[in-house]
């Protein structure tokens, strides 16, 4: 069916795909760039579909958003399904490692090649002692006070903290904005997650 365009509706079908694009882009993390391109493919595919618009069952603006919708999620899972390509897919540790090894991966890691290591950490026996006694050397240093706070934090959150009347929410992130220049004075740096499990 042939459908004639106003001057308004031809807008409306610009601004509905850029803002479409505009979303896409932002809730994929892809750079600013590629909105023009992304309300182009949004644009072409909504132009396509427009025979199948009737004014009687709604406004175009509604039918384009719906239509447009429906394309960002294609294009999105088109996006995403690339993404997984290139970053080699999904990884199980049942799979085998290698065609040459037929073993799962899982019997091939060793414990120094643990997840910590799959996830860029560094898994080096000697840098853990290094950094484990960095930890004792700083927290040696600390007032009861301080070292308190620490203890409550490793085995609660801050709001549970707070709900338990330890101190008030401001005054615990005053305190612990305190201890991190604290602990940055004595070479810890923002190494929290090391100090938790301390």
């Given at each position: 069916?042939?459908?004639?365009?106003?001057?308004d509706d031809i807008e409306t079908l610009i601004l509905e795909a850029d803002m479409a694009a505009r979303t896409l882009r932002r809730r994929l993390g892809l750079p600013g760039r590629e909105v023009e391109d992304l309300g182009q493919d949004l644009l072409v595919d909504l132009l396509r579909?427009?025979?199948?618009?009737?004014?009687s069952?709604?406004?175009l603006g509604a039918f384009a958003g719906i239509i447009l919708k429906n394309q960002s999620s294609r294009i999105a899972l088109r996006i995403m399904r690339a993404r997984d390509a290139e970053n080699g897919g999904h990884l199980s540790f049942d799979a085998p490692r290698d065609e040459a090894d037929p073993r799962p991966l899982c019997e091939t890691l060793s414990e120094d090649d643990g997840l910590?290591?799959?996830?860029?950490?560094?898994?080096c026996?000697?840098?853990?002692?290094?950094?484990?006694?960095?930890?004792?050397?700083?927290?040696?240093?600390?007032?009861?006070?301080q070292r308190a706070l620490c203890q409550a934090l490793a085995h609660r959150p801050v709001a549970t903290l707070v709900a338990d009347g330890?101190?008030?929410r401001s005054a615990l992130y005053r305190r612990l904005a305190d201890l991190r220049h604290v602990?940055?004075?004595?070479?810890?740096?923002?190494?929290?997650?090391?100090?938790?499990?301390?």
């Open positions: 069916m042939q459908i004639e365009l106003t001057p579909r427009l025979p199948a618009f009737d004014r069952r709604g406004s910590a290591a799959w996830y860029g950490q560094p898994t026996v000697h840098l853990a002692f290094e950094r484990q006694h960095a930890l004792h050397c700083a927290v040696s240093h600390l007032s009861s006070d330890f101190a008030s602990l940055t004075a004595y070479g810890i740096g923002p190494a929290w997650d090391d100090f938790a499990a301390a």
